[in-house]
């Protein structure tokens, strides 16, 4: 049972309870991969939470940036924001149509961006429709909001600073894609990509922090997760993964325990597998 935190994570009947507040505003933050051959955006327009808006992951993002959707400057997170209708005084909520995989990653960019008043929703579009709320294909009426932003750098590291944290051991550095993924012994799934992770780095993969109905464990379950990888939680933690969405999951679970001394690697492996002069280790942390 989720423990209701409007600036953490939600229940479905805490959203549905509140669905008609005046000034929540919905996201609908879905993102599949590449390969995965699902439109978002589509299945977004045939069905979503009353009110919901999309919040398209790749566009809104750094495009001066070769790597997938990095984190935007501010400016332009400011700007879709207010095309959104959502500013200062709202309270949002967002999810996604897998449970709990790309929703993370928007309430990590909102508080890299200050904004503390969201939510992910737990279980997110699956568990909603399993238990009989409602969806639509309506588009919401938007109404401009301005939004007060001030970036809290804490919250991301850069290559450079990942590969000074690997080489002093002064973080710990938590990948959450899956083992064979981590230890190399498969292919990257994009093309000409190195195979490993990052030196001193420790494997948690994203779906051990869930239960089987894609809502996030418990925190004394998380703490378990975690205690069984070697994490040593005295340490501030950099969680990575193949492209810096899945990552967040971490962060928002790391929040769930009480843990704030933590920073996502917006690059991750997408960055550093791609440099020849960057180390990687391979086979088990």
Same mark, same amino acid.
Request: glycine share 8%; net charge negative.
């Given at each position: 049972?989720?423990?209701?935190?409007?600036?953490?994570?939600? /229940?479905?009947? =805490?959203? !549905?309870?509140?669905?008609?507040?005046?000034?929540?505003?919905?996201?609908?933050?879905?993102?599949?991969?590449? *390969?995965?051959?699902?439109?978002?955006? !589509?299945?977004?327009?045939? *069905?979503?939470?009353?009110?919901?808006?999309?919040?398209?992951?790749?566009?809104?993002?750094?495009?001066? /940036?070769?790597?997938?959707?990095?984190?935007?400057?501010?400016?332009?997170?400011?700007?879709?924001?207010? !095309?959104?209708?959502?500013?200062?005084?709202?309270?949002?909520?967002?999810?996604?149509?897998?449970?709990?995989?790309?929703?993370?990653?928007?309430?990590?960019?909102?508080?890299?961006?200050?904004?503390?008043?969201? *939510?992910?929703?737990?279980?997110?579009?699956?568990? =909603?429709?399993?238990?009989?709320?409602?969806?639509?294909?309506?588009?919401?009426?938007?109404?401009?909001?301005?939004?007060?932003?001030?970036?809290?750098?804490? %919250?991301? +590291?850069?290559?450079?600073?990942? @590969?000074?944290?690997?080489?002093?051991?002064?973080?710990?550095?938590? #990948?959450?894609?899956?083992?064979?993924?981590?230890?190399?012994?498969?292919?990257?799934?994009? *093309?000409?990509?190195?195979?490993?992770?990052?030196?001193?780095?420790?494997?948690?993969?994203?779906?051990?922090?869930?239960? @089987?109905?894609?809502?996030?464990?418990?925190?004394?379950?998380?703490?378990?997760? %975690?205690?069984?990888?070697?994490?040593?939680? /005295? +340490?501030?933690?950099?969680?990575?993964?193949?492209?810096?969405?899945?990552?967040?999951?971490?962060?928002?679970?790391?929040?769930?325990?009480?843990?704030?001394?933590?920073? %996502?690697?917006?690059?991750? =492996?997408?960055?550093?597998?791609?440099? #020849?002069?960057?180390?990687?280790?391979?086979?088990? !942390?």
């Amino acid at each position: 049972m989720t423990a209701d935190n409007p600036q953490t994570l939600v /229940s479905t009947q =805490w959203l !549905a309870d509140h669905i008609n507040d005046p000034d929540l505003r919905v996201f609908d933050a879905s993102w599949h991969m590449p *390969a995965s051959g699902r439109n978002a955006l !589509a299945e977004f327009q045939n *069905a979503h939470i009353p009110g919901a808006r999309f919040f398209d992951i790749d566009e809104i993002s750094d495009h001066r /940036s070769e790597l997938p959707h990095m984190a935007p400057p501010v400016e332009k997170f400011m700007s879709r924001m207010r !095309a959104l209708g959502v500013g200062d005084g709202h309270q949002v909520v967002v999810y996604d149509s897998t449970g709990l995989f790309s929703a993370a990653r928007v309430w990590w960019m909102f508080r890299y961006m200050g904004q503390r008043d969201i *939510a992910v929703l737990d279980g997110g579009l699956p568990k =909603w429709i399993s238990e009989g709320h409602p969806v639509t294909n309506d588009a919401p009426v938007i109404k401009d909001r301005h939004m007060t932003v001030k970036r809290d750098p804490s %919250l991301v +590291k850069d290559v450079t600073q990942v @590969a000074h944290a690997s080489k002093l051991g002064e973080y710990e550095i938590i #990948d959450v894609r899956g083992h064979e993924r981590f230890s190399g012994s498969i292919e990257e799934p994009r *093309a000409g990509m190195r195979s490993g992770h990052i030196p001193g780095s420790k494997n948690v993969p994203f779906p051990t922090l869930l239960n @089987a109905d894609q809502t996030l464990k418990s925190p004394d379950a998380l703490r378990q997760v %975690l205690s069984d990888a070697n994490v040593d939680l /005295s +340490k501030p933690v950099i969680t990575t993964c193949g492209s810096g969405v899945t990552a967040a999951i971490l962060c928002l679970a790391l929040e769930q325990i009480g843990k704030t001394d933590f920073a %996502l690697y917006d690059g991750s =492996w997408t960055e550093w597998g791609a440099f #020849d002069y960057l180390p990687i280790a391979t086979g088990d !942390a």
